[in-house]
T-cell receptor, first 116, second 110 residues
Framework: ETGVTQSPTHLIKTRGQQVTLRCSSQSGHNTVSWYQQALGQGPQFIFQYYREEENGRGNFPPRFSGLQFPNYSSELNVNALELDDSALYLC???????????????FGSGTRLTVV | KQEVTQIPAALSVPEGENLVLNCSFT??????LQWFRQDPGKGLTSLLL?????REQTSGRLNASLDKSSGRSTLYIAASQPGDSATYLCAVSNNNDMRFGAGTRLTVKP
């Protein structure tokens, strides 16, 4: 059983640039959720992907976008980076059943993004 | 919109003490509630998961309770150890997402 892997682990970008973060889901999982965690705060839900489509979104602007691939891995893209985008970005995979409930949330170790 | 609150924000105790962390949520229509541990700069480790139909779960020195009707959960840690020092996060799941509290930062002093 493989866990959730995120890459890169650390990243430094300049304001206005674009960034892509990657996440591999755990074997047997079909859903990926992305979270932003600012220093000293709890993780904030960005969006969730299921069956390669966005399946729920938090209060984040459209410059935060994502993809899910047939192997259930996912990317988070952020355009026009702002200083406040500096945070730990966490990815979690889970299995969404017929009821719609997500089972077995497993988190990756995160990507630390610094925008300067 | 679901709001999750954790009290206290920080807690410092001597080794060996029993302690309780609190979590409250505003929308009782949840699938489950989960407690996580987070070490500095690291990802989240799941500690206990309580389904909405359950009242409590236990794992070793940890016991979590859930009162869905009042929107409250507690995490009880028995005989605390310095290795328990970390941030503890409470999260509730409904529909398509999981909502987190801001966490309680626990320090257990030797």
């Amino acid at each position: 059983e493989t866990g959730v892997t995120q890459s890169p682990t650390h990243l430094i970008k300049t304001r206005g640039q674009q960034v892509t973060l990657r996440c591999s889901s755990q074997s047997g999982h079909n859903t990926v959720s992305w979270y932003q965690q600012a220093l000293g705060q709890g993780p904030q839900f960005i969006f969730q992907y299921y069956r390669e489509e966005e399946n729920g979104r938090g209060n984040f602007p459209p410059r935060f976008s994502g993809l899910q691939f047939p192997n259930y891995s996912s990317e988070l893209n952020v355009n026009a980076l702002e200083l406040d985008d500096s945070a730990l970005y966490l990815c979690a995979s889970s299995f969404k059943g017929a009821s719609g409930q997500n089972y077995g949330y497993t988190f990756g170790s995160g990507t630390r993004l610094t925008v300067v | 919109k679901q709001e999750v609150t954790q009290i206290p924000a920080a807690l410092s105790v001597p080794e060996g003490e029993n302690l309780v962390l609190n979590c409250s949520f505003t929308d009782s229509a949840i699938y489950n509630l989960q407690w996580f541990r987070q070490d500095p700069g690291k990802g989240l480790t799941s500690l206990l998961l309580i389904q909405s139909s359950q009242r409590e779960q236990t794992s070793g020195r940890l016991n979590a309770s859930l009162d869905k009707s009042s929107g409250r959960s507690t995490l009880y840690i028995a005989a605390s150890q310095p290795g328990d020092s970390a941030t503890y996060l409470c999260a509730v799941s409904n529909n398509n997402d999981m909502r987190f509290g801001a966490g309680t930062r626990l320090t257990v002093k030797p």
